[in-house]
């Protein structure tokens, strides 16, 4: 059986969650590596993280799921400066962020990760998790 990774999890929490749903939805998956990372968080970074795997011929439709998942929560958000709810996750626009791109352009053995932000569609606000809007009751 031919199996592709579709994403990789730092935490175990929203792994299962993800894989739960995607077999809800009828997608064959498992997670991989799973033990290793949760029990050894140290090793997240030698192991790849916690590997979501499923069928080849189930990538497409897995990728799709996740893509839809993804787009419904980030209706749920809101923007704690303006109340919209059109967050996208970009690179951020700051000078060392520009800098970094520019030295791994010329030196492309040179790996860097540039950094990215959730930005709101309608005000620019900037956040590098998304907004928390659970007030739990209290106003």
């Known amino acids: 059986m031919d199996v592709k990774t579709i994403k990789t999890f730092d935490n175990y929490f929203l792994a299962n969650i993800i894989l739960t ?3 809800a939805d009828g997608i064959e998956c498992y997670l991989n590596d799973e033990n290793t990372v949760t029990i050894n968080p140290i090793l997240n970074n030698v192991v790849g993280g916690i590997k979501l795997v499923v069928k080849a011929e189930d990538e497409a439709n ?6 839809q998942y993804q787009a419904e929560h980030l209706k749920t958000v809101q923007c704690p400066r303006c109340g919209g709810n059109h967050f996208d996750h970009v690179m951020k ?7 970094t791109a520019i030295f791994t352009w010329f030196f492309s053995s040179f790996a860097a990760a540039p950094k990215y932000v959730y930005q709101c569609g309608n005000c620019g ?5 998304l907004p928390d809007n659970t ?5």
């Open 21 to 23: 749903r995607l077999q």
């Open 62 to 67: 897995a990728i799709s799921l996740l893509q």
């Open 93 to 99: 626009q700051d000078i060392p962020n520009i800098v």
């Open 125 to 129: 606000y900037e956040s590098v998790t």
């Open 135 to 139: 007030n739990y009751g209290y106003p």
